[in-house]
């Protein structure tokens, strides 16, 4: 059985959280995890804009942001690392908030289990790369729809230039033979 490896960047001002997550992390023997721990909403920002990272585990509070701003920020620069966002307490309307806002998911901190960790983190990245795919995808059918249209276009113009110049060409062949006793006109409607 191979092992995969996860780069995980955790965005917490509290050491205490990161050394717990760290600690359930470490727990989970069928795949390695390298956290990368920021405390701060700048730090976390600048890892996220710097380094490439499977999974983002993002605080709630942090200090006078909150972990909304900065997925909100992180969406409006356009990274698709999934972010599954961490509070201390269970509340319904951030849980929705955050999902409009395009989180991968909302862990409450003191539910969190090992098992629980790994599943969340695998699901996160399977949507993930699963959405990847579908906007590939949908823009592969979008050029595809394109190319159909320009073919289109294509045809009726081609067949709206075609059908006036085969008329002007059959005229001038009707003249050129007609104009057989003049050999300047003749060479003339050869052209």
Known sequence: MSVNEFHILLIDDDEDDYINLRDL?????????????????????????????DVCLLDYRLGEHTGTDLLNEVRTLG????????TGHSDFDLDLQAMQMGAAEFLIKGQLTSPLLERTVRYSIKHALDMQELRESKAQILQQDRLASLGLLASSLAHEIGTPLGIIRSRAELVEKRAAINDSLKQDMGV
């Open 79 to 86: 990274h698709l690392c999934p972010i599954i966002l961490l």
């Open 25 to 53: 992390f470490a727990e989970i023997t069928r795949s390695k995890y390298k956290i990368t721990w920021k405390s701060s909403y700048r730090a976390g920002l600048e890892a996220l804009n710097e380094h490439h990272f």
